[in-house]
């Protein structure tokens, strides 16, 4: 499986930014896609996920501010990403998981400046 993300960038705190995710590749089902961030000095952590059934969790930090979607025909994931802070700053990462591993994209770069 392989994964491309999109739309990393720099917004002003308080601003919003979407990324997306699609992979390819053999794909099979029952599966999960989400994010994580890993930020300078940080551990990485799970940011939200969305199963095939459309089951989501989310971190606490972005509860109410994030929110992930995903097209089951097109193998993509999204995330809308509002009232950003300086803390969300991080490398995101696209992940794809089903029964046998998780798969890991390349990256995609968030700074959020104050």
């Known amino acids: 499986v392989q994964l491309q993300a999109f739309g990393g960038g720099l917004v002003q705190a308080g601003g919003s930014l979407t990324l997306s995710c699609a992979a390819s590749g053999i794909i099979s089902s029952p599966n999960a896609m989400g994010w994580y961030r890993q930020a300078p000095g940080k551990q990485r952590e799970m940011v939200a996920q969305?199963?095939?059934?459309?089951?989501?969790n989310y971190a606490d930090s972005v509860k109410g501010r994030f929110t992930i979607s995903r097209d089951n025909v097109k193998i993509t994931v999204s995330l809308q990403m509002n009232s950003l802070e300086p803390d969300d700053t991080a490398l995101y990462y696209c992940?794809?998981?089903?029964?046998?591993?998780?798969?890991w994209g390349q990256g995609t770069q968030v700074t959020v400046s104050s």
């Open positions: 969305m199963s095939t059934t459309g089951t989501t």
């Open positions: 992940t794809y998981s089903d029964i046998r591993r998780t798969y």
